[in-house]
């Protein structure tokens, strides 16, 4: 055999060889993960819970405690009034509740929480300690007397799901315009204080192919040449959130709209002048439930826990 054969065939043993190789190491991998997840799920004690974290790869056990304390810091500033933290808690503390009755093991390979669940945005220790720096201490004592008498918020016996959002638009959104039935506690209530807040309005500017690539997957727009035309017929509901807009002949919610353009809330009206597209938002959440912020400015002005959680979540039972 040639040189030249032998050296045409070398690269193919070496790619049959590194794809074996491969398919071994994958497999060893994928023997391993289950067992590293299992030794972790059997030595976590029956108080603690376990969450994945996502971006890690990995999953923790963690005392449930300890668990609402780390949501807790992910979803408010540990600056806010003490019953507004105390009410945030109250929400972190019933929607792990609902999550643990009604989706327990979903999508978390396993594992009783993730990171990522909407309302649950769960920060580590390590990463709180360098989120507070010097004042991490006095921070997380906040945090965990907020958390000690946290009652778990429930509606006819069962534990709600306590949306929350950063900043509502001036008006929170029925849950059954949003998300359909189930959510009967979940109605709008005004909360026009804040719109006078810092970061209540919002505008995001793009140009026209940035547009485009972002939505076009979405649907399959028809396009003129006229970029003014590219969007038509926005719907609205009661709240000020947009429930739908024509885009290029296409509808599409608001809620896509957002997502596809990482915009701070669904309450948008859009506008093209000068070869860009501006989107005007107000608010910043998914404007359901409890208004973090407006739950302060009540807490400023004297209102208790209690009595603001009340007032977002509908008909809810009594706790002790």
């Not at 994958?26 to 603690?48: D, G, N, T």
């Not at 923790?60 to 600056?79: E, T």
């Not at 709240?239 to 739908?244: A, Y």
Request: proline share 3%.
């Amino acid at each position: 055999m040639s040189v030249l054969k032998r050296m045409n065939k070398l690269p193919i043993v070496s790619a049959a060889a590194l794809l074996i190789l491969a398919g071994v190491f994958a497999a060893v991998l994928i023997l391993r993960k289950p067992a590293e997840q299992e030794e972790i799920l059997e030595s976590a004690p029956e108080e603690y819970v376990t969450v994945l974290l996502e971006d890690k790869g990995r999953i923790v056990a963690v005392s449930r405690s300890d668990y609402i304390v780390g949501c807790l810091a992910g979803l408010i500033s540990p600056k806010c009034e003490r019953e507004a933290l105390r009410a945030a808690a109250a929400c972190v503390s019933s929607t792990a509740e609902y999550y643990r009755t009604n989706r327990s093991g979903f999508s978390h390979s396993g594992a009783d929480f993730s990171d990522k669940l909407t309302g649950l945005p769960y920060i580590p220790i390590n990463e709180a300690k360098q989120l507070y720096g010097d004042d991490y201490e006095k921070y997380i004592s906040k945090l965990s007397e907020a958390v000690e008498c946290a009652p778990t918020l429930t509606y006819n016996g069962e534990p709600i799901y306590a949306a929350v959002c950063e900043i509502s638009s001036g008006c929170t959104d029925n849950a059954a315009d949003v998300l359909g039935d189930g959510y009967p506690y979940l109605v709008s209530v005004p909360t026009e204080l804040d719109a006078e807040c810092k970061g209540y309005g919002s505008v995001s500017s793009f140009t026209e192919q940035s547009v485009y690539t972002a939505l076009y997957t979405l649907c399959k727009p028809t396009l003129t040449a006229d970029c003014s035309s590219w969007f038509s017929d926005a719907h609205y509901f009661d709240s000020g959130t947009l429930s739908s807009i024509t885009f290029g002949g296409c509808e599409i919610s608001g809620a896509e709209l957002r997502n596809a353009l990482d915009l701070r809330s669904a309450a948008i009206t859009v506008e093209y002048s000068e070869d860009r597209f501006r989107f005007y938002c107000r608010g910043y959440g998914d404007n359901l439930g409890m208004s973090l912020n407006y739950a302060n400015e009540l807490a400023l002005r004297g209102e208790k826990a209690e009595d603001i959680l009340k007032y977002f979540y509908f008909g809810i039972d009594e706790w002790e």
